[in-house]
């Protein structure tokens, strides 16, 4: 009896053993999920933006669980994103001005992503006999008024000792620009890609500045409502999972990647690939150090800064831009430990 006891007792010590020292893979948390409620985004032809027409057409949205209706704002950037601000749409890609001029009026708004910076694509082009920024003392401008171009001409035009009083702003949209050139109803143009090109082609014109001239001047970046992202954060997270996969497939198969662009709109592929070289589309490492506090440009805060001053001057309310409430950057820093 005694030995049976010790039998039995043995078998038990063993079958602890091994449910103690088994190995086990290690289970993963499961993943939140998102809300499946319809999530409105915008595409338009911009390299910052190609992210979304890939995962679009990779089904990569929907394997994230996100139900996304995309709307078409080529036809009009600046009237969309008055249409993003005033709810019609959940996110957009806006440059940094915009959405702090936007926010200064008091549109409450929130950056998660920098998905590009603009390195020629931004541009002023001007008749052929003007040699210099300081031609343009007196002459036509064709430009958005009030939009980041705006901003960007100020750039320009400090640098060549001028200042806004000295020229002559005709508000006209960017992507009517080249219209108004070729009609000479302006002596330039402040506009960006493809339509610097066309400018400078049909014109006939010529490029006196671009935005390569001052790296950082106009970054863009994926801005969503406040109340999105605290409402439906897990909807926020997988769609900044989406875009990180895109852009990644971009960096590794860039051939493949303009193809796509290429079909969508209708373009031929050499022009998507130079336009790229003119608006760097940023990647996560880009991010991590865009949403860093420091005062350079190469900082999200830091361009927030000038543009805060330059808006200042200029007599609107900056009183609200700081750049802790709009600059989001919990989505990138989540995706970088979650590697």
Not at 68 to 95: C, Q, S, W
Not at 254 to 273: K, L, T
Request: net charge neutral; hydrophobic share 45%; glycine share 6%.
């Amino acid at each position: 009896m005694k030995k049976s006891i010790l039998t039995i007792f043995a078998v038990v010590l063993v079958v602890l053993a091994i449910a103690l020292f088994w190995p086990v893979s290690p289970q993963k948390p499961e993943a939140k999920k998102t809300s499946a409620r319809p999530l409105i985004l915008c595409r338009y032809y911009w390299p910052g933006n190609f992210w979304i027409d890939i995962a679009w057409k990779k089904g990569w949205f929907d394997e994230a669980g996100l139900k996304v209706d995309l709307i078409d704002t080529n036809p009009d950037y600046h009237r969309f994103i008055e249409e993003m601000v005033a709810g019609k749409m959940d996110a957009n890609n806006f440059t940094l001005f915009d959405m702090l001029d936007f926010i200064s009026r008091g549109a409450d708004l929130v950056a998660v992503i920098k998905t590009d910076e603009s390195c020629g694509a931004d541009a002023i082009v001007v008749r052929k006999e003007i040699e210099k920024i300081a031609e343009l003392r007196g002459k036509t401008i064709g430009i958005k008024t009030g939009s980041y171009l705006e901003y960007i001409l100020n750039v320009a035009l400090e640098r060549g000792g001028l200042t806004m009083e000295d020229v002559i702003l005709k508000d006209v949209t960017a992507e009517n620009a080249v219209d108004a050139f070729i009609n000479k109803k302006v002596d330039a143009v402040t506009t960006w890609e493809p339509f610097v090109g066309e400018a400078i082609l049909k014109g006939p014109g010529t490029k006196l500045f671009d935005t390569s001239q001052f790296p950082g001047v106009s970054p863009s970046v994926l801005v969503f409502h406040r109340r999105v992202v605290a409402e439906r954060p897990e909807d926020v997270a997988a769609c900044v999972r989406v875009w990180n996969r895109a852009v990644l497939f971009i960096q590794e198969n860039p051939q493949a990647a303009y193809n796509i662009i290429a079909g969508i709109y209708q373009a031929p592929v050499s022009d998507v690939e130079q336009f790229v070289k003119t608006d760097r589309i940023s990647d996560l490492r880009e991010n991590i150090q865009a949403f860093s506090y420091a005062a350079g440009m190469d900082s999200l805060h830091g361009a927030s800064q000038r543009i805060r001053n330059f808006l200042l001057r200029k007599g609107i309310n900056a009183g609200k831009l700081n750049s802790a409430n709009f600059l989001d950057d919990r989505f990138v820093v989540r995706l970088k430990y979650s590697k």
